[in-house]
């Protein structure tokens, strides 16, 4: 008797918890199902990268920086070698690499140039605007001062605004399947964190629920029998 009351006990358990579980689980299977829709190559836009021509490193003249910096690195920037510094405050530069001068901020008309030839296909710029570093929008994903290139097709392209590096590009794909992915993760706003109370307490619901509903299935097919 006492195992009958459990099993109705978990019947009606199961039942309640069952509407609390259906939201992340539907959630789930529909975000995860449109994540497997196209491959990630194609979601990121790598078929839409131009190829970046190898670059002479014969005469390549090496800047004197004013301060110790953390990283180095020699990028083609339209078809010119620049070397990019960063430094432990966050703070970025540039230099040619040609004479090691140092290179100023990049304006709008370099950074326009710089997204179209970040493109295959001699695409063109529809739309351009400058961001600071703390009013990034939310598909940059990164704390950088940056220019926002729009084209026809609805690709973005991000270049940082201190070193002319391309930050970032996004397709209508991949912000799609970012929606999707906030959406996966319960974190439609900011769609980074993996790790916060909604998806724990949604997770757990959704697995003592299961729980319940396989012990019940067994208590049912044994009362049968």
């Known amino acids: 008797m006492a ?19 259906a939201i992340p689980l539907v959630l789930w299977t529909i975000s995860g199902l449109f994540m497997t829709l ?4 194609q979601v990121r836009g790598a078929a839409l990268r131009a190829e970046a021509a190898p670059l002479d490193t014969a005469k390549l003249v ?4 004013t301060e110790p910096a953390s990283k180095l690195a020699l990028i083609d920037e339209g078809g010119r070698p620049v070397w990019v510094a960063s430094f432990s405050d ?15 901020p990049v304006g709008v008309i370099e950074a326009r140039y710089l997204a179209e030839t970040a493109l295959a296909g ?5 739309a351009i605007r400058r961001f600071a570093a703390d009013q990034a929008p939310l598909d940059l994903r990164r704390e950088r001062p940056s220019w926002q290139a729009q084209f026809a097709d609805g690709t973005t392209v991000y270049i940082d605004a201190d070193t002319g590096e391309v ?4 397709t209508g794909w991949w912000r799609a399947y970012d929606f999707m992915w906030g959406l996966h993760i319960m974190d439609p706003m900011g769609r980074e964190n993996t790790s916060h109370v909604l998806l724990w307490v949604f997770g757990a619901a ?20």
């Open 206 to 225: 959704a697995m003592i629920t299961s729980l319940f509903g396989t012990t019940l299935l067994f208590r049912r097919r044994r009362a049968r029998r």
């Open 38 to 41: 196209r491959p990630i190559d």
């Open 122 to 126: 001699g695409a063109r710029v529809t």
């Open 3 to 21: 195992a009958r009351h459990l099993m109705q006990r978990f019947a009606r358990w199961h039942i309640w918890l069952g509407w609390l579980a």
């Open 167 to 170: 930050l970032a590009l996004r």
């Open 90 to 104: 966050q703070g970025a530069g540039r230099w040619s690499a040609a004479d090691g001068k140092p290179l100023g």
């Open 62 to 65: 090496i800047p004197t920086l």
